[in-house]
């Protein structure tokens, strides 16, 4: 039998400026429609107005859900203590470009400092849109002594070329599916650096489409085991090395 589909990266909720949506219920619709399993989400209001209310947001949303949403939660390193916001998270997510802070930034390696002190090891989904952004995380995350998985999101030109020159290196980095969109990406993506570190993520429902994203991996010319790996195999195994932030 096929291993289940798994979306490592969803988004429920307003994106400005539109106006609001009901929790999590397209996301659901979504899911359920296309044949996806399980997925790991979070609010749009922990990357635009607040991480508390919003990281809360989906710890209520998912607890709701019967199992088929797992919580991420946003660190925003401009924020006071973010670390300390992340309780129950199976992702950390950063979003550097979006929200606009710099790498090179105190507040961001103290606060992978204090998780790294704390024992948590939970994969990192980091937005990785221009060049030099995946080289200086992969620095900070050495540096602080971090050592849970990263997964590249956002990727197109001169940046997927970075991610892929650090997945190539070294297994704790992945890249994930929600800006390859075009056909024969994913299959050039996992001939670079395996089909082990390509992992499936929509974008979906806010930031992008999950049957989009859908219909690209699975046409996609991979065969039948590598096509699992990277709709769910990996993200499975992501996440019960990672745990969740105490």
């Known amino acids: 039998m096929a291993e289940p589909i798994l979306d490592l ?4 909720g307003a994106m400005p400026p539109r106006g ?3 929790g999590t219920n397209t996301l659901k619709n979504m899911m359920a429609k296309y044949g996806v399993a399980g997925a790991v989400t979070l609010s749009t209001r922990a990357i635009f107005h607040s991480p508390s209310a919003g990281n809360k947001e ?3 949303r998912c607890g709701e859900s019967g199992g088929t949403l797992l919580p991420a939660g946003v660190l925003d390193p401009r924020v006071a203590q973010s670390d300390t916001l992340l309780t129950g998270a ?3 997510c ?3 470009t979006t929200q606009k802070w710099p790498i090179v930034y105190a507040p961001l390696e103290n606060a992978l400092k204090a998780l790294a002190g704390r024992g948590v090891r939970v994969p990192i989904l980091f937005e990785a849109t221009q060049p030099g952004d995946a080289t200086q995380l992969a620095r900070l995350v050495t540096a602080t002594g971090y050592t849970g998985s990263v997964v590249f999101s956002g ?3 001169p940046a997927f070329s970075e991610a892929v020159a650090l997945a190539q290196a070294e297994e704790r980095y992945l890249l994930c599916t929600d800006a390859l969109r075009g056909v024969g990406e994913i299959a050039y993506a996992v001939s670079l650096v395996g089909a082990s570190r390509v992992v499936y993520g929509s974008g979906g429902v806010a930031r992008g489409s999950v049957s ?4 690209v991996a699975k046409v996609a010319k991979l065969s039948d085991t590598d096509r699992e790996l990277v ?3 990996n993200t499975k195994r992501l996440l019960a090395a990672g745990g969740a932030v105490a």
Do not use: N
């Open 90 to 92: 199976r992702l950390i």
């Open 58 to 60: 989906t710890q209520v």
């Open 94 to 96: 950063l979003f550097p």
């Open 9 to 12: 990266y969803t988004l429920f």
């Open 20 to 22: 609001a949506e009901p």
């Open 155 to 157: 990727l197109s030109g």
């Open 231 to 233: 709709l769910g195999g």
């Open 212 to 215: 989009a994203s859908l219909a």
